[in-house]
């Protein structure tokens, strides 16, 4: 891959049973330490994460890399009605760029050191591969999408993922918030199928499924 493409990976957190959350959101952590370790690596080798606006709300993160040597990389927010609050952590100010991605019929009022990325909707949502196109644009082409399952699904679903990063943690939870949000199938020929390599961290395993020959191309 050259410097000037694009490069989009996706992380999940699940349990055994395909849940990243409980019913109420809770969701800190289902991964291990290792588990974690794998989450800020892959932040400290991309120019951005990409959250929803639903897990900036529900679980305030950071963002940041802590837990390896590394930048910090870009923070980036899809909010297409600009919910989210001006005191929310991803927008602490400390010199790392932060990008607030609204509809550009929703008029914001961003905080400081915070760029507004006004896009139009499609089907009340931001097109995943516009969104690619703008940030390419304007020098950000390795991006992370954190979550959460709603943001992962609509990249996956447009085909705009080159990889997919599923940490499996020996969890069993029930009744909780799924991993993935998409329509049905009907036949199994539909599914997306991946090739994948698996690898241990601590007690989770992860699960490094490469969807590059489906992927769309920029």
Known sequence: MSDNSMMVIAQIGQTLD?????????????????GLVHLHRLR??????????ETAITDDPLLTVRLVNGQSPARIVIDPRGRLASNAKVWQQDGVRKIWVTSEDQAVFAPPE??????????????????LQRLQQIGISRVLIEGGAKTVSGFLQAKCLHHLHLIVAPIVMGS?????????ILHMDQATRMSTS???????????????????VL
């Open 176 to 184: 909780g918030r799924p991993s993935f949000e998409l329509p049905p």
């Open 18 to 34: 395909g849940r990243i959350a409980t019913v109420t959101g809770q969701s800190k952590y289902i991964n291990g330490q290792d």
């Open 114 to 131: 915070v760029e507004n990325l006004a896009l139009p909707l499609t089907d009340g949502q931001i097109d995943p591969k516009n969104l």
């Open 44 to 53: 400290a080798l991309v120019d951005a994460v990409v959250v929803g606006v």
């Open 198 to 216: 698996t690898h241990v961290l601590g007690n989770d395993v992860l699960f490094a499924c490469n969807l590059r020959k489906d992927s769309l």
